[in-house]
């Protein structure tokens, strides 16, 4: 009886480290997980106690420099939409859909060393991700300083977005409805 007991106890004590052994994800996995990671640590615009809704969004690496903004590349995440960042040094905004936008913080300003320092560095250059939802209707992204209080804000820029989105849809394999309207408006298959 007390060996059955045993095996039972041992059994139980296994079975969490079992069941949550880690498998290794491929790369392609890792950068979806670390961009999906970006998106969903973000503020979440919802109203309180509701889940937030997860969209598909194009995630788009940017660069940003004291002359603008360039984009790097692309990828496909679902997410929830963004809300607005306590520091709203640039506003985010996608052309051919109406009502999306947000504000986010220059990742180019930084907090300085001492506790009393709000943003006291201004890097050369900084990147970072931002969003627009994965829709055929979006033409372009405007990112621009929501104020011009701040002469150290980056003064951002325009720049295609169906291109990046034709890129992202044919990267990532999937077979989205959506990803079939991008290849036709951007003249792909």
């Not at 990671?37 to 503020?43: D, E, I, N, Q, V």
Request: proline share 7%.
């Amino acid at each position: 009886m007390f060996e059955k007991k045993l095996i039972a106890i041992l059994a139980a004590l296994l079975l969490p480290y079992c069941a949550t052994k880690p498998i290794a994800p491929t790369e392609e996995e890792r950068l979806a997980a670390e961009a999906n990671a970006t998106a969903s640590t973000s503020a979440v615009a919802v109203p309180a106690g509701q889940t937030p809704i997860r969209i598909p969004l194009l995630a788009i690496e940017v660069e940003f420099t004291a002359e603008g903004v360039k984009p790097l590349g692309a990828k496909i995440v679902h997410a929830a939409p963004r809300a607005n960042s306590a520091f709203g040094d640039l506003r985010v905004q996608a052309g051919g859909v109406d009502g999306w936008g947000y504000t986010m913080a220059d990742p180019r300003l930084v907090k300085g060393g001492g506790p009393d320092d709000a943003r006291a560095i201004v890097l050369e250059s900084a990147r970072t991700h931002v969003y627009v939802p994965l829709l055929a209707a979006v033409t372009e992204l405007s990112i621009q300083p929501a104020t011009t209080d701040d002469p150290d804000v980056s003064r951002g820029g325009r720049f295609d977005v169906l291109a990046l989105a034709a890129a992202a849809c044919a990267q990532m394999r999937m077979e989205l409805p959506v990803c079939r309207q991008i290849a036709e408006r951007s003249g792909g298959e």
